[in-house]
């Protein structure tokens, strides 16, 4: 079964910077499109990021535009986030699917989740 590994959640304050890292095992994701999701306590899973499987398409949730990056360097994705603010605490969660993004979480694939917690 493949896995994807996250790292890089933690407790910062606001205004602070943290990178999350998602690694695949087990086996490659080719040609996949890749994306971050996160979620709070009693709400769905909500889209954050994608990147294309060449790293060349990316979008984001208007809520983070401009203070997160999302890349994808050889098979490991990124998530830059830069100017956290209480409202980005969330579990986040990477995921993977073969076909083209998807703003739901419609991926076969995820990680186990990092929490984020940002204080005020």
């Known amino acids: 079964q493949a896995q994807l590994v996250e790292s890089g959640g933690g407790l910062v304050q606001a205004g602070s910077s943290l990178r999350l890292s998602c690694v695949a095992s087990?086996?490659?994701?080719?040609?996949?499109?890749w994306a971050w999701f996160r979620q709070v306590p009693g709400k769905e899973r909500s889209f954050v990021a994608y990147?294309?499987?060449?790293?060349?398409a990316v979008d984001y949730d208007d809520s983070v535009r401009r203070r997160f990056t999302a890349s994808l360097v050889k098979d490991t994705l990124y998530l830059q986030m830069n100017n956290l603010s209480a409202d980005d605490t969330a579990i986040y969660y990477c995921?993977?699917?073969?076909?083209?993004?998807?703003?739901?979480?419609?991926?076969?694939?995820w990680g186990q989740g990092t929490q984020i917690t940002v204080s005020t």
């Open positions: 995921a993977t699917r073969p076909l083209g993004p998807h703003y739901l979480p419609e991926y076969p694939y």
């Open positions: 990147v294309d499987s060449n790293g060349r």
């Open positions: 087990r086996r490659t994701f080719v040609g996949y499109t």
